[in-house]
């Protein structure tokens, strides 16, 4: 054998050495995603606010402060479904509410059509550890009941 076959690495090593690289990164499937109900809303800070817009649409708006059990706080995502079946996901951007808040205040917001509002969640991801993240789902139709029939 000559020298240079010996020193290139066998294949075996560069699939352990990928393989152990990969679990440094924080994966979706570890994600535990919770229900969340008005009363544990309120709980975790959580406000969510619906409001007629100028075009016959709802501007919804969920609001929450980086501090306590969402200090971890990542991403959200909304997601609109109809029979079973997800028909829209998107992640939401958040931004601060006002110019005077207080920098761990969070605001998401999205313009949506009234009739879709039951069919819609919107989950924020908050990561306490390096590998794991809480989902907490929030379900349009038990924040907004009166609202969306209006």
Known sequence: MTLAARRRPSLAFLALLAVLCGLQA?????N??????????KE???SVVSRPSANND???QVEFKTVGP???????HLELTQGGKRLVTAPLMPR???QDSPPESVQLDFYIDPAALPNTTVTVYVYGERLTG????LKMKDFLARSASR
């Open 96 to 98: 601060k509410p006002t």
């Open 134 to 137: 809480i989902g907490y789902r």
């Open 32 to 41: 535990l995603i919770y229900d969340v109900t008005k009363e544990r809303a």
């Open 44 to 46: 975790l800070g959580i």
């Open 70 to 76: 969402m200090k971890g706080f990542e991403y959200a």
């Open 26 to 30: 924080p994966c979706f499937a570890l």
């Open 58 to 60: 709802a501007r919804v």
